[in-house]
């Protein structure tokens, strides 16, 4: 899955060991998985931190959790320490953070993601436009958030439904409806005012 160097896991066994007793290790995971915004970050674990579904994986010197969300985006992951004169640099390479990784059996956050990036975004682009996931919440609502064009554009409602939502229902087994959580009181940068 993911690949720590050797460097690597002298450098955060050294940040772990200056840490209190209540951290269990260090937990990888990946925000905005399989979409342009992905990021992957390496963060302190506390027992508050670990789900259920987490991969833990002991390394020699510590435990590593990963987030099972992250763990297909993970693979070919490198983490590297490279010390040089002001001390050193970790660094996180993934290549497949961004890679849209799809199936009937991906979380129905990555499923609304691929389509809202791969159909949705493509097309209010035209515009200055595009719309991010927020959350998924109760029985299957997306809340989404629009942004650039679509932020107080006076068509907003049209787009939502007739495009967005019919695009997402069609497509996103699981999604029941969407809303749309924008302030489109800022209408500076609206396509349509």
């Known amino acids: 899955m993911i690949t720590i160097t050797e460097p690597a896991i002298d450098y955060l066994a050294g940040l772990l060991d200056k840490q209190d007793g209540e951290v269990l290790g260090i937990r990888i995971f990946i925000n905005d998985p399989g979409t342009p915004r992905a990021e992957t970050c390496i963060a302190y674990c506390r027992e508050e931190d670990v789900r259920e579904d987490d991969v833990k994986v002991g390394f020699v010197k510590f435990d590593a959790f990963f987030e099972k969300r992250s763990e297909a985006f993970l693979e070919d992951a490198v983490v590297d320490y490279d010390q040089d004169k002001m001390g050193g640099q970790l660094t996180i390479k993934a290549p497949n953070s961004k890679m849209p990784r799809v199936n009937d059996d991906s979380p129905i956050e ?47 409602d049209a787009t939502l439904k007739d495009g967005v939502e019919k695009t997402l229902l069609e497509q996103v087994v699981g999604l029941n409806s969407v809303r749309d959580v924008t302030d489109h009181t800022d209408r500076s940068n609206a396509y349509f005012k």
């Open 110 to 156: 990555d499923r609304i993601n691929y389509v809202l990036y791969n159909e949705v975004n493509p097309a209010l682009a035209a515009h200055g436009g595009e719309v991010s996931l927020i959350e998924v919440v109760e029985e299957g609502v997306a809340v989404l958030q629009f942004g650039g064009g679509c932020q107080g554009c006076g068509m907003v």
